[in-house]
Nanobody, 114 residues
């Protein structure tokens, strides 16, 4: 069973930065992809960014140039560096890993407000 543990959310002012982390654990991990989704109140969950095992990355248009996804393969950890944060980035951010099946973290709240 794969478990994902997220950290790094919080309250930040517009223009600020946050870094999210997600550590995957579980026997025999062979990760195909890891990524971050977010869900704002009243909206559907959306893909923010992901990275495939070969290193290819994808970003939603709304975060390109502001967010960077990276991994530490030795630690089975994925990071999301979020810069120039905007109020519309406010959401619960969920980590996702494709390891045979699809697994989700518990979510971490990111609030961008002055």
């Amino acid at each position: 069973q794969v478990q994902l543990v997220e950290s790094g959310g919080g309250l930040v002012q517009p223009g600020g930065s946050l870094r999210l982390s997600c550590a995957a654990s579980g026997g025999g991990l062979s990760i195909v992809a890891m990524g971050w989704y977010r869900q704002a109140p009243g909206k559907q969950r959306e893909l923010v960014a992901n990275v495939l095992s070969g290193g290819r990355t994808f970003y939603a248009d709304s975060v390109k140039g502001r967010f960077t996804i990276s991994t530490d393969n030795a630690k089975n950890t994925v990071y999301l560096q979020m810069n120039s944060l905007k109020p519309e980035d406010t959401a619960i951010y969920y980590c996702n890993a494709i390891v045979g099946g699809s697994y989700w973290g518990q979510g971490t709240q990111v609030t961008v407000s002055s």
